[in-house]
């Protein structure tokens, strides 16, 4: 039969996918079921983005483009770094690929060889780890508890650290959590890296423009200049802008490390799609106050889930920062048993539990390194989360 290659085996198909997939057959099937498990906005991609789009494919922008982006994206990407982050990028300091997810892709390809450690504060996306894996790293995961606002700690870092480190990876606001590091979280772990100059550093700020109440986004280029060099800080337009299938990130870092990431690209993808990239420069350069607006929206649907899921007895929810996503904590559900008998021993049977009996589909913390948690992601309407607590709260007072 077939057999893949080790790196594949090694990862295997995301978790996340997986349930996203039972669910949608469930729903197929004529069940209820109310999906809060995907990573998007169900917003549409603002109209002036579409056009833009649509002028490019007119004009003739059908083409290969620059190897890691046009010139007209780049300078767009340098303009916002220095807009909205303070920061001063030269165009050959710019990276574009298809997708944040890309650039994380090249990063790791382009910098690690067999062993090279990446810390990884856990919970986190589990791109993160794969990624590393496939590119033969070794992601060295540290759990960070909900006491600790699911962030990373200065003394875990220091004691993280071997010289066989490449990267910290960090991630603010979080996916799953929803945390997000503020000036005062962020310095001491910059004092960490400070004193050891070969960890390079990886911020993925994806979410930056969802933040609530008044936090203050910052990223750590920005706060430490003697860290710019050494950082390398990853964006995208997918969740802001509402384009996930556009496939466009990007990036800023060394020129040295941008070159070689470029190499990584060069024999994969080519280049971003041109179309892409020009709805990207609209997006990015056009008007952006449609983004306050749905950052209400938001918070709006962030404190009605929280509100709800805290008052069920047994989960226990953090007030997360920004995104679009609560990590909840369910360990006063688990030793718990099923109205069917079937005991409640892990956060994956606690999430198998409400797929089946209230066609709720959550993604449980173990995808993400750390149990017993429960992601819910409410990118959805206010309706359909107002419905979905109601039966998570059923389910749960029927559990004995
Ligand atoms: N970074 C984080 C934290 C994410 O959650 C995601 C998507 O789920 C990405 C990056 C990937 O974004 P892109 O669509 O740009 O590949």
Redesign the pocket.
Known sequence: GFVPASRISAIGVSQILKIGARAQAMKRDGAPVIILGA?EPDFDTPDTVKQAAWKAIQRGDTKYTALDGTPDLKQAIREKFRRENGLDYAADEITVAT????V?FNAMMATLNAGDEVIIPTPA?T?YSDIVTIAEGKPLCIPCSAQAGFKLTASQLEAAITPKTKWLIL?SP??PSGAAYSTTDYQPLIEVLLRHPHVRLLV?D??EHIVYDDFRFVTPAALEPRLKGRTLTVN?V??AYAM?GW???YAGGSRELIKAMAVAQSQSTSCPSSVSQAAAVEALSGPQHFLKERTESFRRRRDLVVAGLNAIDGIDCRVPEGAFYTFAGCAGLVGKTTPAGKPIETDTDFSDYLLQEAHVAVVPGAAFGLSPFFRISYATSETELTEAILRIAAACSRLG
């Open positions: 990573g997708g944040a997810k890309q994380l996306w791109s991630n979080s996916n993925d994806m979410y995208g997918s969740k996930t496939r466009i990130g």
